[in-house]
């Protein structure tokens, strides 16, 4: 398939503004916990991988398989965001990526279309091994460990299958076998987190 190549205008700012927003909403919930400094760079790692590593994957792979990707602010998520975290549970979809074609014959197969939405929770899903692995082993500190317990999170949640989460769209392609390996993986790397606040 050829690659589509296409530019995405304001792409960079809507990025910038949903990651600002993003991290104000979890410094909310983590500012109090420990030293400010701590605070401010384990919740810049954890959102930048979390949600920016997240949303880049998703654009990653679908323009490696030659599909139109930009990523997208959601203005109302943004809100629900900033509005949630006074309350300490940030929820909201800041924006997502979406997919464009030129003609209908354009659009993916059922294969693309789960592999471009389980990008997103799997790069969770690594993000989630890889701190945990530096928390564990090499460096015992929040600014490993809340850059883990964010990734296991979205990890986990995206791959819940109910709309619009990325899990459902996987499910709805009829990658079953793609959906239980991204989702047990997401549920081991998390235990130890949930286990730490139940």
């Not at 949903?18 to 954890?46: K, N, Q």
């Not at 790069?123 to 945990?132: E, P």
């Not at 500190?141 to 990325?166: C, K, Q, R």
Request: hydrophobic share 50%; aromatic share 14%.
């Amino acid at each position: 398939m050829r690659r589509i190549n296409s530019t995405c205008p304001g792409e960079v700012r809507q990025m910038a503004i949903s990651l600002a927003v993003t991290y104000g909403a979890f410094m909310v919930v983590f500012y109090e916990l420990y030293p400010i400094y701590v605070s401010a760079i384990s919740v810049f790692i954890a959102v930048a991988s979390g949600f920016m590593g997240h949303e880049l994957m998703h654009r990653y792979v679908a323009r490696s398989l030659g599909y139109i990707a930009c990523y997208r602010m959601w203005t109302l998520g943004l809100v629900m965001l900033a509005l949630t975290a006074v309350v300490r549970i940030p929820m909201g979809m800041a924006g997502a990526v979406q997919i464009g074609y030129r003609t209908r014959s354009d659009q993916p197969s059922r294969r693309a279309s789960a592999l471009i939405s389980a990008a997103g929770p799997l790069s969770n899903i690594a993000f989630a091994l890889t701190f945990f692995s530096l928390y564990e082993y090499v460096w015992h500190s929040p600014i490993t460990y809340i850059p883990y317990a964010v990734n296991a999170w979205f990890g986990l949640m995206n791959m819940i299958p109910i709309p619009p989460l990325d899990g459902f769209k996987v499910i709805h392609e009829r990658e079953y076998g793609l959906w239980t390996v991204a989702m047990i993986s997401a549920i081991l790397l998390s235990i130890p987190y949930l286990e730490s606040i139940i």
